[in-house]
T-cell receptor, first 113, second 113 residues
Framework: DAGITQSPRYKITETGRQVTLMCHQTWSHSYMFWYRQDLGHGLRLIYYSAAADITDKGEVPDGYVVSRSKTENFPLTLESATRSQTSVYFC????????????FGAGTRLSVL | AQSVTQLGSHVSVSEGALVLLRCNYSSSVPPYLFWYVQYPNQGLQLLLKYTTGATLVKGINGFEAEFKKSETSFHLTKPSAHMSDAAEYFCAVKDFGNEKLTFGTGTRLTIIP
């Protein structure tokens, strides 16, 4: 399917476990982003990537790892999940021109018990 | 650093009444401004954007927003609310040359029948 897809949509895990959230886009967009959405905070940027093999920290990167070996994929890994990482995670992509918009996936709801 | 303030985390209006959602930004130069909408259990969708040119911007579903540099505001309006407008609305800002978006904390719009 065309667009941007996230998997899984829902995930329950335990503290200390490693979790990987997947993001795949079919537009060949240069930029990809990971956000977390929490009540009272809106969306906060975790990491972003300008191209394959180029990643950079956002506002709240601690406890997260990303990689981008292929343009279309941008997985987010929680190396040792904590309860504070319970959140809804959104992936987005954009072409990377100044006036371009970001396109969002449907989100992954993660619960860390 | 860029910041966005959305006044009112919850707004309720009657069906058919005017919708006004407020957004103020902090920036030393006019930024690019966006309004996104999030329906329940979905990702964010672009409503409208301001980049350059006309300060009154029209978006989808009858929404519009006006960029007022003197007030550093980008308020979202719709003349007549519809039940389908019930959602969460996010204002976001992007600087020229920077692909990162900074989001406000969101406003949840409830429509009263």
């Amino acid at each position: 399917d065309a667009g941007i897809t996230q998997s899984p949509r829902y995930k329950i895990t335990e503290t200390g476990r490693q979790v990987t959230l997947m993001c795949h886009q079919t537009w060949s967009h240069s930029y990809m982003f990971w956000y977390r959405q929490d009540l009272g905070h809106g969306l906060r940027l975790i990491y972003y990537s300008a191209a394959a093999d180029i990643t950079d920290k956002g506002e709240v990167p601690d406890g997260y790892v990303v990689s981008r070996s292929k343009t279309e994929n941008f997985p987010l890994t929680l190396e040792s999940a904590t309860r504070s990482q319970t959140s809804v995670y959104f992936c987005a992509s954009s072409q990377g021109t100044n006036v371009d918009i970001q396109y969002f996936g449907a989100g992954t709801r993660l619960s860390v018990l | 650093a860029q910041s966005v303030t959305q006044l009112g985390s919850h707004v309720s209006v009657s069906e058919g009444a005017l919708v006004l959602l407020r957004c103020n930004y902090s920036s030393s130069v006019p930024p690019y401004l966006f309004w996104y909408v999030q329906y329940p259990n979905q990702g964010l969708q672009l409503l409208l954007k301001y980049t350059t040119g006309a300060t009154l911007v029209k978006g989808i579903n009858g929404f519009e927003a006006e960029f007022k540099k003197s007030e550093t505001s980008f308020h979202l309006t719709k003349p007549s609310a519809h039940m389908s407008d019930a959602a969460e609305y996010f204002c976001a800002v992007k600087d020229f040359g920077n692909e990162k978006l900074t989001f406000g904390t969101g406003t949840r719009l409830t429509i009263i029948p």
